[in-house]
């Protein structure tokens, strides 16, 4: 059941959606990664918005998520996971973010990892079809070109 839009995202950013494209699914989605009313404004007008998430064992996973299109794209920017738990870090992100590209009806995610420091976690990435590049990320952790490790995937 569509929200009314001005409540959801604001009545300025409202006016740039199609009247009923925000779902109720797709707001839950997003305040389970964390985003406030004013990030969901932001994401849903395009804009990269930061994130942080609790995990086991370590300080919070910070990423952040942006819709381009048809494609979701998403990626850790810092997880310290002291315990030997960033493995487990990833993969809750993965979990959460994937139930964001079906609430949004996303065709493609886009995972990444910008700069990537840790050895095991690198390789573990490779040997999962992750691929070296660059990313540019918001202003909010500095802004800029980074590299990163990245891999497409379909929506399912």
Known sequence: MPLVLDRCIGKDRAKLLPKGSVTRSQVQALRALGLNKRDRRAFFVGEAVPFSLSTTGGDPTLGFVQRTGRRLRAGIVDVKAL??????????FGERIRTVARAIGAAELELFGVAVINPRIEAMLIRHGFV????MIPEAFGGGTVPSLSKLFPVR
Not at 83 to 92: E, K
């Open 132 to 135: 070296p590049g660059e990313t």
């Open 83 to 92: 315990s030997g738990f960033g493995a487990r870090a990833f993969l809750q």
